[in-house]
């Protein structure tokens, strides 16, 4: 099974519990870049002082600081053994950042890429109940997905590393079929 991998999906297809549950069954570490920045934040550091000022003034993080974060996690001890990225890389530049990042030893193995339809989407964040979550919220957010990240699926399908997963379902309808496409 591949133990260098990269989830996409758009908002709402359940990327972030996928990715959860299935490092949990494999025993490789989660590596989401909103779980990153908190931490960042939370600890001071220099890169999440820097990126805190750019997220209050409400702009997006910009790559370097993003990619440093990357370069530092997988520099962790526990990413020896593999990881799972979650939210990185958005864009197809931070795709190539990527690859420099890591290097041919440690080249991403499998790009998992969670497919809900619109609709279903949009519903699954709006039942969530979250106050920032109105519908047209949440369209923008999937329009600002799709524009930014499908040059990136486009690429990853280039390479021979993307497959398609329907993200429609029971979480654990969903994981099986994630696992059974690694296991292929």
């Known amino acids: 099974m591949g133990r260098r991998l990269l989830m996409l999906g758009p908002p709402g297809a359940g990327k972030g519990t996928q990715a959860e549950m299935l490092c949990r069954a494999i025993g490789i570490p ?61 864009t197809r530049p931070q795709a190539e950042a990527l690859v420099e990042v890591l290097g041919p030893e440690r080249a991403l193995e499998a790009v998992v890429n969670l497919e809900a339809p619109d609709r279903e989407v949009v519903e699954r964040i709006l039942s969530r109940g979250r106050s920032d979550d109105t519908e047209e919220a949440v369209r923008t957010r999937i329009a600002v997905y799709l524009e930014q990240t499908a040059p990136l699926i486009e690429y990853y399908e280039t390479a021979g590393l993307l497959t398609r997963v329907d993200g429609v379902g029971e979480i654990d309808e969903v994981l099986a079929r994630v696992v059974a496409v690694l296991a292929a």
């Not at 920045?37 to 939370?42: A, Q």
């Not at 001071?44 to 790559?63: F, Q, Y």
């Not at 974060?69 to 593999?82: H, Q």
């Open 30 to 90: 989660h590596v989401s870049t909103g779980v990153m920045l908190r931490d960042h934040v939370e600890r001071g550091t220099e890169l999440g002082t820097r990126a805190k000022e750019i997220m209050d003034a409400g702009d997006l993080v910009p790559d370097d600081i993003v990619i440093a974060m990357v370069e530092e996690r997988l520099a962790a001890e526990d990413a020896a053994c593999g990881f799972l990225l979650d939210g990185f890389p958005r």
